[in-house]
Each structure stands twice: as structure tokens, then as C-alpha cells.
Nanobody, 114 residues
Framework: QVQLVESGGGLVQPGGSLRLSCLVS????????MGWYRQAPGKERELVAS???????NYADSVKGRFTISRDNAENTVYLQMSSLKPEDAAVYYC????????WGQGTQVTVSS
């Protein structure tokens, strides 16, 4: 069963930056389109960024130009560089493939507040 371990979240002021990491324990990591999702309290989980095996990327309009997704296939890791953070970016962030595996990691909390 695939395991996903997200890290790198924390408290940051508006306008600040964070870099999230996700280690994926699956042998076919490089064959999958990977994504970062987020879920804020009272809201549904949403996809914010994805990256294909060929390194093509796609972003939700709300984060375009501020977030950058990347991957390291040798390390089975996907990253999310977040800049110019806004209070509305606060959420628990998860990684998963797209479409998602059934199981999810614990996520990493991002709080944006002054």
C-alpha cells in the first residue's frame, strides 16, 4: 500500500514563503502524475497543482504565479514551493497522485497569519 508523508508546513506571515515536501513510498512513482491538494476547514479538498511524469505542470487559478510544483523521481519526492502566501492559502496540504490513490497521508498544516 502506498504511503505518503508530507512535511514542511508551518505558520507564516502573509507574503511569506514555504516549501512543502512529500515522500511517496511506491515503486512506480515516476510513472504517475502527482498533485498537491489542500483542504481548508469547512471546504472540500481541492487540487492546487499537478506535475506529469514528463514534468508538465498545471495550477489552479488561485495559486498560479505564486506556487511551483516540482518532483525528484530519484528520491520519490514531490515539492510545492509557495510564495506570496495569502490568508486564504491556509489549509492542510496533501500530496497524492492524480487521480488520487485511496489512501492519503496525514497532510501538513499551513497557517498564514500576521
Amino acid at each position: 500500500q502506498v504511503q505518503l508523508v508530507e512535511s514542511g508546513g508551518g505558520l507564516v506571515q502573509p507574503g511569506g514563503s514555504l516549501r512543502l515536501s512529500c515522500l511517496v513510498s511506491v515503486s512506480i512513482f515516476s510513472d504517475n502524475t502527482m498533485g498537491w491538494y489542500r483542504q481548508a476547514p469547512g471546504k472540500e479538498r481541492e487540487l492546487v497543482a499537478s506535475i506529469t511524469p514528463g514534468y508538465s505542470t498545471n495550477y489552479a487559478d488561485s495559486v498560479k504565479g505564486r506556487f511551483t510544483i516540482s518532483r525528484d523521481n530519484a528520491e520519490n519526492t514531490v515539492y510545492l514551493q509557495m510564495s506570496s502566501l495569502k490568508p486564504e492559502d491556509a489549509a492542510v496540504y496533501y500530496c497524492n497522485k492524480r487521480p488520487a490513490w485511496t489512501n492519503w497521508g496525514q497532510g501538513t498544516q499551513v497557517t498564514v497569519s500576521s
